[in-house]
C-alpha cells in the first residue's frame, strides 16, 4: 500500500482546486448511504397507512436528491386482496406506490420492492418511511419478516 502526503494542492494556473476538480460531490456522486434491516410486525386490516419500516438521514447540499429503496416482505391471509405501500417524506406521502396482488386464497407472501428518487431541497435532517395499508378486499396484510430501507444522498 502507498502513501502520498502533500502540503497543499493547485491546480496548473496556481489556484485551489474545487471539490468537483478533484471529482468530489460532482452531480451523479453517491456522497452518503445509510441503511436498516429490521424484522418487525407491520399489520393492519387498515385502508389507513400504518408504519413498516423508516431511517433518516441529513442531505449535505440543497441540491442532493436522495435515492430510496426498500424491500418490504407482504403478506396477506385471503383472495383478492391488495397490499399497498408508499414512501413517505417526513408523514408526506411521495408519488410513488407499490402494490402487491394476493390472488388466490391462503397464505401469501412477497418481497415488494419500493424505489424513488426525491429532492428533498433540504440540509436538514429528513426521515424517509415505508407505510402500507389494505387497498382493496378486506383482511390482514403483515410483514413478519426482515424489511430492509437504504437511502442514498446523490450529489445533485
Do not use: F, P
Given at each position: 500500500m502507498s502513501t502520498i502526503k502533500v502540503?497543499?494542492?493547485q491546480k496548473l494556473n496556481?489556484?485551489?482546486p474545487k471539490a468537483g476538480d478533484l471529482g468530489l460531490n460532482i452531480t451523479g456522486t453517491v456522497l452518503q448511504a445509510v441503511t436498516v434491516?429490521?424484522?418487525?410486525?407491520f399489520s393492519t386490516t387498515s385502508g389507513t397507512y400504518a408504519d413498516v419500516i423508516s431511517k433518516a438521514i441529513t442531505p449535505s447540499s440543497t441540491s442532493s436528491k436522495i435515492l430510496i429503496m426498500a424491500v418490504v416482505h407482504g403478506s396477506a391471509q385471503v383472495s383478492?386482496?391488495?397490499i399497498r405501500l408508499a414512501i413517505h417524506r417526513d408523514g408526506t406521502?411521495?408519488?410513488?406506490q407499490f402494490n402487491n396482488y394476493a390472488a388466490s386464497a391462503g397464505f401469501i407472501a412477497q418481497a415488494i420492492p419500493c424505489i424513488e428518487l426525491d429532492s428533498p431541497a433540504t440540509t436538514s435532517e429528513v426521515?424517509?418511511?415505508i407505510k402500507g395499508k389494505v387497498a382493496a378486499g378486506?383482511?390482514?396484510?403483515?410483514s413478519g419478516a426482515v424489511c430492509t430501507l437504504t437511502l442514498l444522498e446523490i450529489a445533485g
Open positions: 502540503d497543499a494542492i496556481g489556484s485551489v434491516a429490521e424484522s418487525n410486525s383478492n386482496l391488495t406521502a411521495l408519488t410513488g426521515t424517509y418511511s378486506s383482511g390482514t396484510v403483515s
